[in-house]
Nanobody, 115 residues
């Protein structure tokens, strides 16, 4: 069973950028869709973006036009490029497969955006 490890979070100021990485412990070539999620303090985990094997992408409305998602199957890694960050983006960010391919959640990576 593949496990995911998130990294790349940090403390940034409003308007700055971060790139998150989601490294899988095994091949992601058979994982159809992988997504990024986030959970802010006191809130439920919510989807942010996802990408399929074929390259189709979906984005949550709050991040459209600011975030980009990509996957490198050769490196078994999925990336989340976050631009024009806002304080509302502050959360712990997680990655996971969608649907029946979902695995136990990892530790996530903390993103904090100061105003």
């Amino acid at each position: 069973q593949v496990q995911f490890v998130e990294s790349g979070g940090g403390l940034v100021q409003s308007g700055e950028s971060l790139r998150l990485s989601c490294a899988a412990s095994g091949s992601i070539r058979e994982i159809y869709t992988i997504g990024w999620y986030r959970q802010a303090p006191g809130k439920q985990r919510e989807p942010v973006a996802d990408i399929s094997l074929g390259g189709s992408r979906n984005f949550a409305d709050p991040v459209k036009g600011r975030f980009a998602i990509s996957r490198d199957n050769a490196k078994n890694t999925v990336y989340l490029q976050m631009n024009s960050l806002e304080p509302a983006d502050t959360a712990v960010y997680y990655c996971n497969a969608l649907g029946l391919q979902r695995v136990p959640w990892g530790q996530g990576t903390q993103v904090t955006v100061s105003s």
